[in-house]
């Protein structure tokens, strides 16, 4: 069951560059979408969303494009920190957020100083 | 800031053995969840409870597992008889709405 794709198990950009972390979606019932970040022995930290009727949600140096007709977003984090090495999670949801979360497998991103 | 509370961080059972996994939400959330992740794999749904009953639940979520909220705090995942394909980190999450807030999750370990 993969209705929530990342085909990129990683990413290295340098610091001070745009990390773009891609996802793509297969179920049309999907209306609410979500990046989580994840550091070993922590549990998911919710990022950012976005809901179906907009195609750009910012948020400080995170921002988050939907396209809706190819069942793909995006995350862009400008300009890329450290501290922002960790595991990207996309996630889906139905309902305009009430049904279960669907996962992505996750893109490890590193920053290099 | 408001967090999700699990406990334990580490259980360790035996196969066959009963396990309760327990988790403090945020104080004024109304919605509770659990999910998983086997090592190397996807964080998998496993239920969501609301107004003291079950909201949804996936096909994992099979008669082994029980969820409740025993008192106005608490929220507890049991699995019954456990298996060593139930090895796994389990996130209790809550919300007010949306999006939801996760604990570190409690790794459990069945040998």
Redesign the interface.
Same mark, same amino acid.
Not at chain 1, 97 to 104: E, N, V
């Given at each position: 069951d993969q209705q929530v794709k990342q085909n990129s198990p990683s990413l290295s950009v340098q610091e001070g560059r745009i990390s773009i972390l891609n996802c793509d979606y297969t179920n049309s019932m999907f209306d609410?979408f979500?990046w989580?970040k994840k550091y070993p022995?922590?549990?998911?930290?919710?990022l950012i969303?976005i809901s179906s009727i907009k195609d750009k949600n910012e948020d400080g140096r995170f921002t988050v494009f939907l396209n809706k007709s190819a069942k793909h977003l995006s995350l862009h984090i400008v300009p890329s920190q450290p501290g922002d090495s960790a595991v990207y999670?996309c @996630?889906a949801?139905a309902d305009t *957020?009430?049904? @279960?979360?669907?996962?992505?497998? *996750?893109t490890r991103l590193q920053v290099q100083p | 800031e408001p967090e999700v509370t699990q406990t334990p961080s580490h259980q360790v059972t035996q196969m066959g053995q009963e396990v309760i996994l327990r988790c403090v939400p945020i104080s004024n959330h109304l919605y509770f969840y659990w999910y998983r992740q086997i090592l190397g794999q996807k964080v998998e749904f496993l239920v969501s409870f609301y107004n003291n009953e079950i909201s949804e639940k996936s096909e994992i979520f099979d008669d082994q597992f029980s969820v409740e909220r025993p008192d106005g705090s608490n929220f507890t995942l049991k699995i019954r008889s456990t298996k060593l394909e139930d090895s796994a980190m389990y996130f209790c999450a809550s919300s007010g709405g949306s999006p939801l807030h996760f604990g570190n999750g409690t790794r459990l370990t069945v040998t």
């Open positions: 609410y979500l989580y022995a922590e549990g998911p930290t919710f969303s999670f @996630a949801s *957020g009430r049904r @279960a979360l669907t996962f992505g497998s *996750g | -």
